[in-house]
Structures are given as structure tokens and as C-alpha cells.
């Protein structure tokens, strides 16, 4: 394995497992009080910030567009609804193309993460599950936001941010990464490609190629 880097940081959904597009039509239909013209609207925040806590989101939607508050126990609930609707459909999502056996490659030489907008029980209820949480170090979701994770597992496990990579498939990752000084790979989806667009990344349709690019990776571009 090229000494270029020490830690790889995954995101879950999009990057593990083909589970954003589950995500986004269930967190466009939690809310039955919006209007179509305001689950577009609701769908549209969602998609421009993957990664983010599904409790922000929920509070976005009743400030912005139902012009009130939400409560902690109105919030609680609309959080166990949409894990019960969407559970079982993302444990039976298919990997993203590449992902099982570049897991397996990789972890024999690199120290693996997943750091998740998902709450945490949650997303290591899922990886167990599909049978990938012994190759990660450790596992992180929300309620901590993905910089603060991060900055945590890098300092207990001493790791050099310019030898770690963060892969998601979201612009909160790609700014979590640039926040904590590590460098930055991009799944990338239609509905991001805009995003990508704009932005000077590195970036790959799938990850059929990681450990190649992991290999070849000097720690001087992106």
C-alpha cells in the first residue's frame, strides 16, 4: 500500500450503501402537513445538505416552511417514524458498486471510519447487519456533527489529517473535510453533480477503483 495515507473516513449512505435516493423520497414524504410545492422544497434542502442530521432537517422544514417551531417530542416522533420507514429498505440497499471488496482490501493496511449523518446506533445497527462493521475502527453518526467527529477520532487515534481521506457523496462532506484539513474524494450522483460542479474535487462515479486510487494517492492533490 503507497505510505501516502494512514486513515480513510467513509460516509454511509451513498458511499457504503446505494441508500440516498431511499432517504430523500422518505424525508420528502415524513412531513404530511406540506404542500407538493412544499415537499419539492423540503426535498431540494435535503439533497443540498447529505449528511446533515435528520432532526435539522425536520426543524428546517416546520421553521421555513410551516412558519412555526418544532417540538423536542414532535421531532422525537417524525425521527422514529422515518426509521421505521426507511430501516428495512436501507439494510436491503445494494452496496455502491466496488465497496465490499475494496473494504476488505483496504483495511489490511489503512485504519477505516464511517462518520454518518445517521444516529450512530443506527448506522452501526446497519453495518452489522450487512456484515461491514469489522472493517471500521470505529463508527460515528449524529447527534455530533461530522467536523467535531472528525477532529475526536483523529486526535485519540493521532492520526495526520494530511494523511487522511474523507469519501462521501455530499457537500457537508466535502466541507467537513476541508474543516478538519483532510483531503477529499467525491462519489458522484446526478442529483450532486451540480455541487461537484462547482467545486475542486476529485471525483469517481463509483468506488471500483478506491484501492487503485487509494495506491496511487501521493497526499498532494485532492
Not at 486526535?155 to 474523507?166: D, G, I, M, Q, V
Request: net charge negative; with cysteine.
Amino acid at each position: 500500500m503507497n505510505p501516502g495515507l494512514d486513515a480513510i473516513f467513509f460516509d454511509f449512505d451513498g458511499v457504503i450503501l446505494e441508500s440516498a435516493d431511499l432517504k430523500t423520497e422518505a424525508i420528502a414524504d415524513s412531513i404530511p402537513e406540506l404542500t407538493p410545492e412544499q415537499r419539492d422544497a423540503f426535498r431540494r434542502y435535503h439533497l443540498e445538505n447529505l449528511g446533515v442530521s435528520r432532526y435539522v432537517k425536520f426543524a428546517w422544514a416546520y421553521r421555513n416552511l410551516l412558519g412555526r417551531e418544532i417540538s423536542d417530542a414532535e421531532s422525537r416522533r417524525l425521527g422514529q417514524e422515518y426509521s421505521r420507514a426507511v430501516y428495512d429498505k436501507v439494510r436491503c440497499a445494494p452496496f455502491v458498486p466496488g465497496i465490499p471488496g475494496a473494504l476488505e482490501d483496504l483495511a489490511a493496511d489503512l485504519t477505516l471510519f464511517i462518520v454518518s449523518g445517521t444516529p450512530t446506533e443506527e448506522v452501526v445497527a446497519l453495518a452489522e447487519d450487512r456484515a461491514v462493521a469489522s472493517y471500521f475502527a470505529e463508527i460515528w453518526g449524529s447527534p455530533s456533527e461530522k467536523p467535531d467527529i472528525v477532529r475526536d477520532v483523529v486526535a485519540r487515534h493521532r492520526l495526520a489529517p494530511a494523511r487522511s481521506l474523507f469519501i462521501g457523496d455530499g457537500r457537508t462532506d466535502y466541507e467537513a473535510a476541508a474543516e478538519t484539513g483532510l483531503h477529499f474524494l467525491a462519489r458522484d450522483t446526478p442529483d450532486q453533480r451540480h455541487v461537484w460542479d462547482r467545486l475542486p474535487v476529485q471525483r469517481v462515479p463509483d468506488l471500483r477503483e478506491l484501492p487503485q486510487i487509494v495506491r496511487a494517492f501521493d497526499g498532494d492533490g485532492d
